[in-house]
């Protein structure tokens, strides 16, 4: 079971751009879906965006489409999120997570993350 490390989160205003990065403390990516979640206070965790290891197919919650985009490096067995065009509604406690295979239900994922808080001033 890989174990899950976010980092990149920080302060942004609306419009600004951050790259989170999910690194694997242990195991590799390899067989797996990895994915991206956020919470803001006093709401459920929700899907942000996924990424399938071996194929690369990627998926995006319609709130991010055309802003966010996730992406894996192989050699380092990283997966990114860039986030560009922020707004105050993204702002939240980002999660990374892994699935063994491609989903967007937070259930279907066994490994999590801490999290890492980006926050979007307006």
């Known amino acids: 079971q890989v174990q899950l490390v976010e980092s990149g989160g920080g302060l942004v205003q609306a419009g600004g751009s951050l790259r989170l990065s999910c690194a694997s403390a242990?195991?590799?990516?390899?067989?797996?879906?990895v994915g991206w979640f956020r919470q803001a206070p006093g709401k459920e965790r929700e899907f942000v965006s996924v990424?399938?290891?071996?194929?690369?197919?990627?998926r995006y919650a319609d709130s991010v489409t055309g802003r966010f985009t996730i992406s894996k490096d192989n050699a380092k067995n990283m997966v990114y999120l860039q986030m560009n065009s922020l707004k105050p509604e993204d702002t939240a406690v980002y999660y990374c997570?892994?699935?063994?295979?491609?989903?967007?239900?937070?259930?279907?994922?066994?490994?999590w993350g801490e999290g890492t808080q980006v926050t979007v001033s307006s």
């Open positions: 242990g195991g590799t990516f390899t067989n797996y879906a």
């Open positions: 990424i399938s290891w071996s194929a690369g197919t990627a």
């Open positions: 997570a892994a699935s063994p295979f491609l989903s967007t239900t937070p259930t279907h994922f066994r490994s």
